[in-house]
């Protein structure tokens, strides 16, 4: 440890200049699923770019089809070095419902919790300008005390991970060469909790489906044709009621092909973390886990695939009634996928599903939304262990190995398309609301993150066992 | 028929100028169920106000607790003939979806069908104030020939049709004296076609409930917490994907009390009027009847009752896709009631049966959209036959005796609370629109409307034989 004081003392020197840089960055709304912000996304990647650039990165915003990709490069002191590609994305999730904010989203603030820690309050914060910032900011130090790098370092920043990632395939099939490195190292993932640093070694997949159900050519009146024509909601609620069956399995034929049981030793791995459904749900106002009878909760959110309805929406739905039997009906789901689960055969079997139940005067429409299979790193490889040790030097506690209930598309990208393997290190916490109201993210995740990727950069750069 | 020439061709005359008022009232946006219209029903009442008052009424604009009504008195030429309520209703359903119209909805706008009827589109035209304008044009064309009306006449216009009425049980209470009279006339109803008059001896009755399914304490992230956590919106189409069984019978226990087969008689006269499934399905695009199994649709529209979803929503809406667990879903149901179903009954029975399938760590919001039975008029009695000679008169074809799949609420009230049968004979036709974009109605709708209630004036002041 003693090697590294130089550079952890420039980090937390740094600190408040780190947390104004991540103020400017979060102060940019750039929205990705909302066509009105593409120019904030635009925005934020030439910042991002420019920041890059002061550090002596070879940094420049790469145009898409949809918003651009920020990629870096800067050589490591040593060129044997291993070869790292940071990810991370500058894009943010929707801010309504707005009113359910306590303070503007775009303009972060610092506040304290009840129970005494600092935290800055934003659209952004956590998920995942704040994370990326970590591994910058990490760079930086390195730079400003040894003027180089311990690894030779690209870096990759997506604006569009919140809305299905649509140009990162070409992008990374045009970019192979540039962008295949030894590793990735992705910041988009949590603590074990506030105390516990944690790597992810296991994530869940995603198939996202948006489907609208047609029946009459016009909204009808319900007295003059309730009974007679059909309703599109009923046809809609009618599928989506028979996607789980009463222990809350998913019922679409063939879903849980390639879902392996969850080893026992893993499982007691699991348990031994003590995380009840009490635990789990009481923070968020339930008690009792909604999902496939008889597993807990870490199994059903990290080993378990789910069928989610994330919006529904048809007919009069503003203040007052209306007695109308609407001419379509929507919603849209996405699929959580384990194992070897094929997303694609994940879609098809969902529309099938859909398709089978419309009535022979009605139709659907499906619309896909983002594709990507469940991923697992081997839980035992050089990596994990240099940066499971790197971590437990700077918080005084063993990292915890644990799984993803979320899908982040790129690591199984980077695995299929660059045969690369991803080491998924992130500070986020359980209560920093990302894609809800008053996102946020701790001081102490934001500072201990930097001090973190500096001794996982040098864990990675030291020889081999 | 010679003796009433006089009326008629003063009602002929002045048809401009009526479509002119028309116009004038169509013009005025008096949507009840937004309170930002709440200025435009007021205004549509004094307008009605002051159009009767010119004409010898006694009118006046009444205050409720809502939207106000319209009451005015004139004495007949003889004070011991029948005493008549009019009713209808000055307000109007929402515009939405507006993009859908093709003119301003309240910029009412002459043309002409491709089978070459002279149509006036606009909200309202049709549901209802081109309807309460026939009776209103016809007691000028009485006023303007004979000085006099010939029967004594009472009105009645209500301005919360379109939301519930819920000022019209005090309104009905406070002022039952003034309003009884021997036979209530409505016109809120349609022809049977184009060709020809209906009087309705039947209304199916209406409960309408809103809820509310509340699960986590706010939005949750899919990844995070899906499999575990429960998700409202699954929660709210499972109970409404149950509320049918697969015959098209709705499931809610004690639904069918009260509700009787449809005599073998009636059901051969309604299949005598020629209305296949197909004929009645295809003009919005649909072909096969979708409610109850092996009935006709006169029968599944006039004689069965429903449960209709007329609104559902919940999660993320807008285009792109967001991966949010949301933490509340809605739905807006319509009952559709028949025979001796209680409306109260049914409402209990729908919360119980929501209630029920509530898991324990979530909850459930309802709210009452309006309550009235089903009311039946008998097929015999003087004033229909009376009506039905006028109407058989005046369009030259026998008058259909019909149900009506539509709610009434106050033709159940002025049965209930003021002892006082209704005669329902409107001229709205099937592809009016009414509630949709593009609401319209005939010309000819119009105009022999006003002359079928000279005729029915005046048959109704005739002595009983």
């Known amino acids: 440890m003693a090697d590294l004081e130089d550079v952890l003392s420039a980090a937390d020197a ?169 590793l990735a190292l992705v910041c988009d993932t949590g603590m074990w909790d506030a105390e516990t640093p944690a790597i992810s070694v296991s994530l869940r997949g995603l198939t996202g489906e948006e ?48 879902v392996s049981e969850t080893p026992d030793d893993i499982k007691a791995m699991w348990d031994g973390l003590g995380r009840s459904a009490e635990s789990f749900l009481s923070e968020v106002g339930l008690s009792k886990p909604s999902g496939e009878e008889g597993r807990s909760v870490l199994e059903l959110t990290w080993a378990r695939p789910t069928a989610e309805i994330n919006g529904v929406w048809g007919g009069y739905t503003a203040p007052g009634f209306k007695t109308v039997i609407p001419a379509e009906a929507s919603a849209k789901i996405s699929f959580r996928l384990v194992g070897e689960q094929d997303p694609h055969a994940i879609r098809a079997a969902f529309r099938e599903f859909v ?20 991923i697992h790193l081997p839980y035992e490889s050089d990596e994990l ?29 980077f695995q299929s398309m660059l045969g690369m393997q991803s080491l998924l290190v992130g500070f986020a916490l359980e209560d920093d609301c990302i894609h809800s109201p008053n996102e946020k993210y701790d001081v102490k995740s934001f500072h201990k993150g930097i001090r973190s990727w500096i001794r996982i950069m040098d864990a990675l750069a030291a020889p081999k066992a």
Chains 1, 2 share one sequence.
């Open 14 to 182: 740094s600190l408040e200049a780190s947390l104004g840089r991540l103020k400017d960055l979060v102060r940019i709304p750039s929205i990705s699923t909302d066509k009105s912000h593409a120019g904030d996304c635009e925005k934020a990647a030439e910042w991002l770019v420019e920041s890059l650039s002061e550090m002596g990165f070879d940094a420049s915003v790469r145009k898409t089809d949809g918003h651009p990709m920020v990629v870096a490069h800067h050589a490591g002191a040593d060129a044997a070095a291993p070869h790292v590609l940071f990810y991370g994305h500058y894009d943010v999730q929707p801010v309504d419902p707005l009113e359910l904010w306590s303070t503007d989203p775009f303009e972060p603030t610092f506040s304290e919790t009840p129970d005494g820690r600092k935290i800055m309050t934003g659209r952004g914060t956590s998920d995942d300008k704040g994370q990326l910032l970590t591994f910058v900011e990490a760079c930086r130090a390195w730079k400003e005390t040894r003027g180089d790098l311990p690894l030779n370092v690209s870096i990759l920043f997506e604006g569009e991970e919140e809305s299905g990632s649509p140009s990162l395939i070409p992008f990374l099939e045009a970019n192979s060469d540039e962008l295949k490195a030894d």
């Open 211 to 258: 489907i609208t159900v047609h029946a009459a050519s016009r909204d009808l009146h319900s007295g003059h044709y309730g009974g007679a024509a059909a309703n599109p909601i009923h046809i809609l609620t009618g599928i989506l009621g028979e996607m789980h069956d009463e222990t809350g399995r998913v019922t679409i034929p063939g879903f849980y092909d390639g």
């Open 355 to 374: 398709s089978s139940r419309i009535p022979e005067d009605c139709s659907v429409e499906f619309k896909a939304h983002g594709t990507s299979g469940a």
């Open 385 to 413: 262990a240099s940066a499971g040790k790197a971590l437990t030097e700077e918080w005084g506690k063993p990292a915890a190995f644990v799984g993803m209930g979320g899908s982040i598309p790129v690591v199984g990208f």
